[in-house]
């Protein structure tokens, strides 16, 4: 069964990066996008990108310029960092599994989520 | 970015109704849309897959249909554990883009 772990700091200070990783086990890294969502506080879902196992990514437009995820393919884990966070980016941050082979195109497996909140 | 209007944005119902959620896509997006549940405090967790496949282990009572702007999600007999937030999400390009979120509650 395959299950995803977010971990990492719980508060980061205004200005500063936030860093997180995902760890995944029960199954092979190979053959995925890797992708991390997140969902502030009482609020929608806003996907901020992936990366591929083959080492390719793409990120939203809105955070291309602040985000980077890399992978690890010895330790099954892939990681997110975002810098010169502000309050907007106090979130749940989801790590998921996406399968995007013609047809199916979904996230069939997600990490429990880790709430990141910014402030000083 | 494709943009997402899900309607409603929330709806009241009772045990066995039968409840409908559309999703509408800015731009025609063939069937590449899901549908996921999310539980308040826990990850969000798909139920339908292009447009209209059933993932494994998911109840029976729920479909999805629709093609190229517009998408429902249907629960034939809501059930107590139903109860929740639904987003759709358009798999078709980038960004990747979710819906707005409908809250089922009682």
């Known amino acids: 069964q395959v299950q995803l772990q977010e971990s990492g700091p719980g508060l980061v200070k205004p200005s500063e990066t936030l860093s997180l990783t995902c760890t995944v086990s029960g199954g092979s890294i190979s053959d995925y996008y890797w992708t991390w969502i997140r969902q502030p506080p009482g609020k929608g879902l806003e996907w901020i990108g992936y990366i591929y196992y083959s080492g390719n990514t793409k990120y939203n437009p809105s955070l291309e310029s602040r985000a980077a995820i890399s992978l690890d393919t010895s330790k099954n884990q892939f990681s997110l960092k975002l810098t010169s966070v502000t309050a907007a980016d106090t979130a749940v941050y989801y790590c998921?599994?996406?399968?995007?082979?013609?047809?199916?195109?979904?996230?069939?497996?997600w990490g429990q989520g880790t709430l990141v909140t910014v402030s000083s | 970015a494709i943009q997402m209007t899900q309607s409603p944005s929330s709806l009241s119902a009772s045990v066995g109704d039968r409840v409908t959620i559309t999703c509408r896509t800015s731009?025609?997006?063939?069937?590449?849309l899901g549908w996921y549940q999310q539980k308040p405090g826990k990850a969000p967790k798909l139920l339908i897959y292009s447009s209209s496949s059933l993932q494994t282990g998911v109840p029976s009572r729920f479909s999805g249909s629709g093609s190229g702007t517009f998408f429902t999600l249907t629960i034939s007999s809501l059930q107590p554990e139903d109860f929740a937030t639904y987003y759709c999400?358009?798999?078709?390009?980038?960004?990747?883009?979710f819906g707005q979120g409908t809250k089922v509650e009682f």
């Open positions: 998921a599994r996406r399968v995007a082979t013609k047809p199916v195109y979904c996230f069939d497996h």
């Open positions: 731009q025609a997006i063939r069937d590449d």
């Open positions: 999400l358009q798999d078709y390009n980038y960004p990747l883009t």
